[in-house]
């Protein structure tokens, strides 16, 4: 059965610190969707990554793709409020997505 | 705004009954996905449709039915509710040519469906 694991599950950090969120899965894929969401909202695509050692950076945010390791990072850089949510790491698996556990992160002052 | 409209945003219904959950995707998109969301089983596929065909098929009760008609729009059918069905559930679409295809999906903002 195929798994998508994100850690950590919670995340709480202090306003300019760094951090890192992993997303592991099980299966051959060389896709993989990182999406935002905001309590109680839709999903918000963040990060398309469609080969292996694919790296986006949008603002504060940059993702990587590892399929051999089967392994994507969200990194964080100098968190702010505004990036409080809950992150979702999807793999595309015959055209659907498989969501992780989500990591939800808070950003306080 | 994604582009993707659901209805009705809420909807609260009792044990046993049958409600229809509604979908209009994006304008250009052929597929539809359907997934539910709840606390302990966080985000499941349910179901995809592609131009008016099923596609594929994931966590999806026997209970529970869906279609895409003519025009793309979908229907989610969920009978005989149970307390359990409480959840959101969101619709999403993509474009696929099947030549060149991101996958990217693209959220509605989701029916909260409570079962009391």
């Known amino acids: ?22 997303c592991n899965y099980s299966t051959t894929s060389d896709r ?3 999406y935002r969401q905001d309590p109680g909202k839709s999903l918000e695509s963040l990060f398309v990554l469609l080969s292996n050692g694919a790296v ?43 969501f992780g556990t989500g990591t939800r992160l808070q950003v306080f002052p | 705004d994604s582009g993707v409209t659901q209805t009705p945003k809420h909807l609260i219904t009792a044990t046993g009954q049958r409600v229809t959950l509604r979908c209009s995707p994006r304008s250009g998109d052929l597929s539809v996905y ?7 089983q966080g985000l499941q596929f349910l ?9 594929a098929k994931g966590n999806i009760l026997e209970r529970f039915s869906a279609q895409q008609f003519p025009d793309l729009h979908s229907e989610l059918n969920l009978s005989s509710l149970e307390l359990g069905d ?31």
């Not at chain 1, 059965?1 to 306003?15: D, H, I, T």
């Not at chain 1, 986006?56 to 793709?65: D, P, V, Y």
């Open chain 1, 56 to 98: 986006k950076q949008e603002g504060r945010l940059m993702a990587s793709l590892d399929t051999k390791a089967r392994l994507s990072t969200l990194h964080i850089t100098a968190a702010v409020h505004d990036l409080s949510a809950t992150y979702f790491c999807a793999v595309d698996v015959s055209d659907k997505l498989i």
């Open chain 2, 86 to 116: 409480s959840a959101l559930y969101f619709c999403a679409s993509s474009y696929q040519t099947g030549i060149t295809n991101t996958g990217e999906l693209f959220f509605g903002e989701g029916s909260r469906l409570t079962v009391l």
């Open chain 1, 1 to 22: 059965e195929l798994k998508v694991e994100q850690n950590p599950l919670f995340l709480s950090m202090q306003e300019g610190k760094n951090y890192t969120i992993y």
């Open chain 2, 34 to 40: 359907w997934y539910q969301q709840s606390l302990d």
């Open chain 1, 32 to 34: 993989l969707y990182w």
């Open chain 2, 47 to 55: 179901i995809q449709y592609y131009n008016g065909e099923e596609r």
